[in-house]
C-alpha cells in the first residue's frame, strides 16, 4: 500500500474525531459569533499538528477569515475551504450510522477542511517532497455569496499556481468538478398602497399581487436546454386579511451556463417594470459567482490527478460540470487552473441527511495529499 494511504487508514479514527470536534460547533453565516467560535476550534488544529496558528484575517460582518501557510518557495498552491453552513444552531445534530456520519456542514464543507489539515498533516509526518507552497485559507461566509471573502480570494488565486477546492465530490460517482454554474442572487421590493379590504377596496393597489405577477414572470425565464434557472426562493409581505398590503418582498436566485446569459438575465431583472400603475420596485443585488468553465489549464490539472487516483489504485477518477457554485468560480475565471471536489464523499449538500462515508475518507485525504506533492 502507499504510504500516505496507509497513513490515512492508520489515523481514520484521528481525522473522524476532527471532523466531529468542527461540526459539533455550528457556525452558520450569518451568526458572527459562532462562525469564529468555528474558526478557534480550526486554530487549534493547526497549532495542535504544525505548531503555529493561520493568520486571523479580521472581518466582523461575517466572521473572521483564516490564511495558514506551509512549506517554503515563490510557488504557490491554493486550497480553499469555507466553514460556514447553511444550517442554524440546533438545526441538526451530529450522529453516526454505520459508515455515514450525519451532521450540519460535515459535507459542505467540514469534511473537506479537516482532509485538507490531514493531508498537509501526512506531508509534515512523513516529510514528503513539495515542489510548491501552500497557502491553504478558510473561509466564513461562502454560503451567503462570499461577500468579503472574495477580493481576498481572488488576491490568493492571482498568486499562485493551481487552485484546489475542497468542496465534496458529484455524490454518484466521486467525480471531481472541473466546471459549475454562475450564480446570481437579488431582492425585489414591492411598494403598493394600503386600504381597507372591504369598504375602500379599489382605491388600494396590491403589493402581493403585484409581486406574484412579477415571480410568474421570472420563473417563466427558466430555460433548461440553455441551462437557465430562475428560483424564486423566499417571500413575505402583508400583514391582515381586511388590509390591501402595500408591501412585498421576494428573493431571487438565477444559475446560467455562460457569462453571456448571466449579464442578459440580470438586466431583465434590474429593469422589471410594474404591471400596475402606482407600483414602484425596488431591486438589490446582482451577479454573484461567474461561470466555471473548464480551460484547457485545468483540463491538465484533472488529469494528473487521474494519474495520482490510478497511482493510489483508487479506480477511475471522472470528472464532471455541475449547476452549483463555489468559490472556485472565482478563481477559474482569473484563469488560475482550478480543481473542485476535493472533499469529503457523501450525500445531501444542504438537506437533513447530509452525511460522509467515513470509509472513503482515507481514500480522498490521499489522493489530495498526493497532489499536492505531485505539482
Same mark, same amino acid.
Given at each position: ?44 488544529? =493547526? &497549532?495542535?499538528?504544525? +505548531?503555529?496558528? #493561520?493568520?486571523?484575517?479580521? $472581518?466582523?460582518?461575517? !466572521?473572521?477569515?483564516?490564511?495558514? *501557510? ?116 437579488? =431582492? &425585489?421590493?414591492?411598494? +403598493?398602497?394600503? #386600504?381597507?379590504?372591504?369598504? $375602500?377596496?379599489?382605491? !388600494?393597489?396590491?403589493?402581493?399581487? *403585484? ?165
Amino acid at each position: 500500500m502507499d504510504k500516505v494511504l496507509d497513513y490515512m487508514e492508520e489515523n481514520k479514527q484521528d481525522i473522524i474525531k476532527d471532523i466531529r470536534y468542527l461540526v459539533e460547533r455550528d457556525s452558520p453565516s450569518n451568526d458572527v459569533d459562532l462562525v469564529d467560535l468555528c474558526a478557534d476550534r480550526i486554530q487549534k488544529l =493547526f &497549532v495542535r499538528y504544525f +505548531g503555529y496558528s #493561520a493568520d486571523v484575517i479580521k $472581518n466582523s460582518d461575517y !466572521g473572521d477569515h483564516l490564511r495558514f *501557510e506551509y512549506g517554503e518557495g515563490e510557488r504557490t498552491i491554493l486550497i480553499l475551504s469555507h466553514f460556514d453552513t447553511v444550517w442554524d444552531e440546533g438545526d441538526l445534530k451530529l450522529k453516526i450510522d454505520g459508515d455515514k456520519l450525519y451532521g450540519p456542514g460535515i459535507l459542505d464543507m467540514k469534511g473537506g477542511l479537516v482532509q485538507a489539515i490531514w493531508s498537509i498533516k501526512a506531508i509534515k509526518d512523513l516529510s514528503l517532497e513539495m515542489h510548491k507552497k501552500i497557502v491553504f485559507l478558510c473561509t466564513s461566509d461562502e454560503e451567503i455569496g462570499s461577500p468579503s471573502s472574495k477580493s481576498l480570494i481572488e488576491s490568493e488565486a492571482n498568486n499562485s499556481d493551481y487552485v484546489l477546492v475542497t468542496e465534496p465530490p458529484v455524490a454518484e460517482t466521486g467525480a471531481l468538478k472541473t466546471g459549475r454554474k454562475g450564480s446570481s442572487r437579488y =431582492f &425585489v421590493e414591492v411598494k +403598493g398602497k394600503k #386600504a381597507h379590504s372591504g369598504n $375602500n377596496h379599489e382605491d !388600494g393597489i396590491n403589493a402581493i399581487k *403585484e409581486a406574484a405577477r412579477q415571480i410568474v414572470y421570472l420563473e417563466s425565464l427558466t430555460d433548461y436546454k440553455i441551462g437557465t434557472t430562475i428560483n424564486v426562493g423566499s417571500i413575505k409581505g402583508g400583514g391582515k386579511l381586511n388590509v390591501v398590503p402595500d408591501f412585498a418582498k421576494f428573493g431571487v436566485n438565477v444559475r446560467v451556463s455562460t457569462k453571456k446569459e448571466q449579464k442578459r438575465i440580470d438586466q431583465l431583472i434590474k429593469n422589471l417594470s410594474p404591471y400596475e400603475n402606482g407600483i414602484k420596485l425596488k431591486v438589490s443585488g446582482g451577479i454573484n459567482r461567474p461561470p466555471m468553465n473548464k480551460s484547457e489549464a485545468t483540463e491538465e490539472l484533472f488529469e494528473i490527478a487521474q494519474d495520482v487516483a490510478a497511482d493510489l489504485d483508487l479506480g477511475e477518477l471522472e470528472q464532471a460540470y455541475v449547476g452549483g457554485g463555489s468559490d472556485g468560480n472565482f478563481t477559474a475565471s482569473l484563469g488560475i487552473p482550478t480543481l473542485d471536489g476535493l472533499g469529503a464523499v457523501g450525500e445531501g449538500i444542504h438537506a437533513k441527511n447530509e452525511h460522509i462515508l467515513a470509509s472513503e475518507i482515507p481514500n480522498r485525504s490521499a489522493l489530495l495529499c498526493r497532489l499536492l506533492t505531485v505539482l
